[in-house]
Nanobody
Framework: QVQLVESGGGLVQPGGSLRLSCAAS????????MAWYRQAPGKQRELVAS???????NYADSVKGRFTISRDNAKNTVYLQMDSLKPEDTAVYYCNAHKMRGWVEYDYWGQGTQVTVSS
């Protein structure tokens, strides 16, 4: 069982930066593929950034060049550095941990953290 706790959300002006953290307990995060998703009001949850257990990364086109996903295995924590924030980045951001072991799927979510970009 993995528990994920996000932090770092808040209110920021357009053009500003935030760093989200996702701290894991109960398992070794480095064995999981990690991802950040977001969900804006009235919209479906969408993938923002992901990182494989081998540290390959992938980003949604809307955040490429502005967001960076990283992990600190010693702290069992994954981060999302968000720069040049735009009002359309406003959403609840969720951390996800996922892996397959044979036919068994392990999929865990955090509770979400609100990010609001507004002047």
């Amino acid at each position: 069982q993995v528990q994920l706790v996000e932090s770092g959300g808040g209110l920021v002006q357009p053009g500003g930066s935030l760093r989200l953290s996702c701290a894991a307990s109960g398992s070794i995060l480095s064995t999981y593929a990690m991802a950040w998703y977001r969900q804006a009001p009235g919209k479906q949850r969408e993938l923002v950034a992901s990182m494989t257990s081998g540290s390959s990364t992938n980003y949604a086109d809307s955040v490429k060049g502005r967001f960076t996903i990283s992990r600190d295995n010693a702290k069992n924590t994954v981060y999302l550095q968000m720069d040049s924030l735009k009002p359309e980045d406003t959403a609840v951001y969720y951390c996800n941990a996922h892996k397959m072991r044979g036919w068994v799927e392990y999929d865990y979510w955090g509770q979400g953290t609100q990010v609001t970009v507004s002047s």
